[in-house]
Each structure stands twice: as structure tokens, then as C-alpha cells.
């Protein structure tokens, strides 16, 4: 089977709005997260669902990949609405959101369902998404309610 992993680099809030879209409804569980403080670096693994593929054709099977997410540059992390020692819990995610702060620093949001979040200081715009290995047949396609 062929199939070819999406590697995304962001350095500008136009790249995180792309990353951001491509990880919507991603699963990842708590256990795969981690703050490297030493290293300056946020790592995160998801299950990836791949809108993409859904959108080149009606008869496309449903798929989802493992990524990586990684953030460099990391000033500080915070989290709110995680407990961080439930390792077996997921968080849907839902998207990701960026500001320009004032000491020219940037606090980035990644926003989970149930008003979960993580909020990454980081002196740059330094992300990148990272396919991992092959795709595997996801049973469902996330659905999403409209107002």
C-alpha cells in the first residue's frame, strides 16, 4: 500500500492554523505528552484521523496515523482541566490558537473538548507535525454537531 506521511513545519501563526486543522479531532492520551524542560521542548504523540485522504474520494476508507507534535523554544507549560495522572485518559483535540504577547514572546493554546487546555510559552513559532509509521482503518469518522 502506498502512502506518504505529512511532515508540516510551522513558524508563523498562517503554518499553526494549518497544523492546527490537519490535527482536528486527533486523540492523544495523556501519557503521550511531555513537557522536556531542559530541552526547551513540548512533546506530544496523537492519533491523527486523516482528513485528507477522507477528502480525496466517497469510497476512501476511514484512517488515522500516530504523529508527533513537537514545540521548541518552550519558555513555560500550564495545563487546565488535565489531570496528568490519569495516564489512560485521551483528549479530543479540537484546535490550536496563538498570540503575540507584548514581551514578543508567544502563548499558544492547545484546546481540547471538555474546556481542556494546554498553554505553551515559547520565545518562537518553532512546530512541527510529524507522520509516523503507516496508517492503520479507523471504524468511525468523527461527526461534529452544528449549532
Same mark, same amino acid.
Given at each position: 500500500?502506498?502512502?506518504?506521511?505529512?511532515?508540516?513545519?510551522?513558524?508563523?501563526?498562517?503554518?499553526?492554523?494549518?497544523?492546527?486543522?490537519?490535527?482536528?479531532?486527533? =486523540?492523544?492520551?495523556? $501519557?503521550?505528552?511531555? %513537557?522536556? @524542560?531542559?530541552?526547551?521542548? &513540548? #512533546?506530544?504523540? !496523537?492519533?491523527?484521523?486523516?482528513?485528507?485522504?477522507?477528502?480525496?474520494?466517497?469510497?476512501?476508507?476511514?484512517?488515522?496515523?500516530?504523529?508527533?507534535?513537537?514545540?521548541?523554544?518552550? =519558555?513555560?507549560?500550564? $495545563?487546565?482541566?488535565? %489531570?496528568? @495522572?490519569?495516564?489512560?485518559? &485521551? #483528549?479530543?483535540? !479540537?484546535?490550536?490558537?496563538?498570540?503575540?504577547?507584548?514581551?514578543?514572546?508567544?502563548?499558544?493554546?492547545?484546546?481540547?473538548?471538555?474546556?481542556?487546555?494546554?498553554?505553551?510559552?515559547?520565545?518562537?513559532?518553532?512546530?512541527?507535525?510529524?507522520?509516523?509509521?503507516?496508517?492503520?482503518?479507523?471504524?468511525?469518522?468523527?461527526?461534529?454537531?452544528?449549532?
Amino acid at each position: 500500500m502506498n502512502f506518504k506521511n505529512l511532515k508540516l513545519i510551522a513558524n508563523s501563526d498562517e503554518d499553526l492554523r494549518v497544523i492546527s486543522a490537519h490535527l482536528q479531532d486527533s =486523540i492523544v492520551y495523556t $501519557s503521550d505528552i511531555a %513537557n522536556l @524542560k531542559k530541552n526547551r521542548i &513540548f #512533546l506530544m504523540q !496523537l492519533n491523527r484521523f486523516m482528513w485528507e485522504d477522507v477528502e480525496k474520494g466517497v469510497f476512501r476508507k476511514n484512517k488515522r496515523i500516530r504523529t508527533i507534535l513537537k514545540f521548541e523554544n518552550v =519558555i513555560s507549560v500550564f $495545563s487546565k482541566g488535565i %489531570n496528568q @495522572k490519569n495516564k489512560s485518559r &485521551f #483528549l479530543d483535540f !479540537l484546535a490550536i490558537e496563538n498570540n503575540l504577547l507584548a514581551d514578543n514572546t508567544y502563548e499558544i493554546k492547545i484546546i481540547f473538548s471538555g474546556e481542556a487546555i494546554i498553554r505553551i510559552n515559547a520565545e518562537v513559532i518553532d512546530v512541527t507535525l510529524d507522520d509516523q509509521g503507516a496508517p492503520w482503518e479507523s471504524k468511525t469518522k468523527p461527526k461534529h454537531k452544528f449549532l
